[in-house]
């Protein structure tokens, strides 16, 4: 799987500063994002993603629009998901994708830095950091960077770099791609009609 290694995931206390973990607020990461930067097996075939977030009483819920796919495949498509709420802890999530695909499998959930600056309401951008093992071995690791503009400054983005580093994660970096572009139209919601939600996601 993409991401894995030996070793092990890090301590979380190691990668998410003690600040974060204290300060982070749930009720200002709602609203709308785009992600600009991933490291995710699941996304790898998406070059275009949006999602819609509101708290309720289990945790963030996130409704997603996805472009994915392959050549003439490439299509946009719904997906749910679930960051749920654990008990004593904060900026820390049980993600679970709803629909359609790969449900029931939890993965740990780490905001590792997040910033508010400009006219929005909440944090402009958020660092999200999974990783998961078997037997001492990392099975996965993976990174959302989620941004309230989809082509954010330069200074935004090495402030995203920085908090990436300041976890001690900074080789991963060069293998997190960026997503979005002008060919995502998201000045207009999609068309109904392309929407789908079926395995081709994995296309």
Same mark, same amino acid.
């Given at each position: 799987? *993409? &991401?894995?290694?030996?070793?092990?995931?890090?301590?979380?206390?190691? *990668?998410?500063?003690?600040?974060?973990?204290?300060?982070?607020?749930?009720?200002?990461?709602?609203?709308?994002?785009?992600?600009?930067?991933?490291?995710?097996?699941?996304?790898?075939?998406?070059?275009?993603?949006?999602?819609?977030?509101?708290?309720?009483?289990?945790?963030?819920?996130?409704?997603?629009?996805?472009?994915?796919?392959?050549?003439?495949?490439?299509?946009?498509?719904?997906?749910?998901?679930?960051?749920?709420?654990?008990?004593?802890?904060?900026?820390?999530?049980?993600?679970?994708?709803?629909?359609?695909?790969?449900?029931?499998? *939890?993965?740990?959930?780490?905001?590792?830095?997040?910033?508010?600056?400009?006219? %929005?309401? +909440?944090?402009?951008?958020?660092?999200?950091?999974?990783?998961?093992?078997?037997?001492? *071995?990392?099975?996965?690791? +993976?990174?959302?960077?989620?941004?309230?503009?989809?082509?954010?400054?330069?200074?935004?983005?090495?402030?995203?770099? &920085?908090?990436?580093?300041?976890?001690?994660?900074?080789? %991963?970096?060069?293998?997190?791609?960026?997503?979005?572009?002008? %060919?995502?139209?998201?000045?207009?919601?999609?068309?109904?009609?392309?929407?789908?939600?079926?395995?081709?996601?994995?296309?």
């Amino acid at each position: 799987m *993409v &991401g894995a290694g030996f070793g092990g995931c890090p301590p979380i206390e190691q *990668v998410q500063k003690a600040e974060v973990a204290r300060t982070y607020n749930v009720s200002k990461a709602q609203g709308r994002f785009f992600e600009i930067f991933v490291k995710d097996v699941v996304e790898a075939p998406c070059t275009c993603f949006l999602k819609d977030r509101r708290v309720n009483d289990k945790g963030l819920q996130d409704s997603d629009q996805l472009y994915c796919g392959a050549g003439k495949y490439m299509s946009w498509y719904n997906v749910t998901e679930d960051n749920f709420f654990i008990p004593g802890q904060n900026a820390r999530f049980n993600l679970v994708f709803q629909r359609p695909i790969i449900r029931r499998v *939890v993965f740990p959930n780490v905001v590792l830095g997040f910033a508010e600056a400009g006219a %929005h309401t +909440g944090y402009t951008w958020l660092v999200e950091y999974q990783c998961m093992e078997r037997l001492k *071995v990392q099975t996965y690791m +993976g990174f959302n960077i989620y941004h309230r503009h989809w082509d954010p400054p330069e200074a935004g983005v090495l402030a995203i770099r &920085g908090v990436i580093e300041e976890a001690g994660l900074g080789e %991963h970096w060069t293998s997190i791609k960026p997503m979005g572009g002008p %060919h995502c139209n998201y000045t207009s919601s999609p068309p109904a009609a392309t929407f789908q939600s079926g395995p081709a996601l994995l296309v």
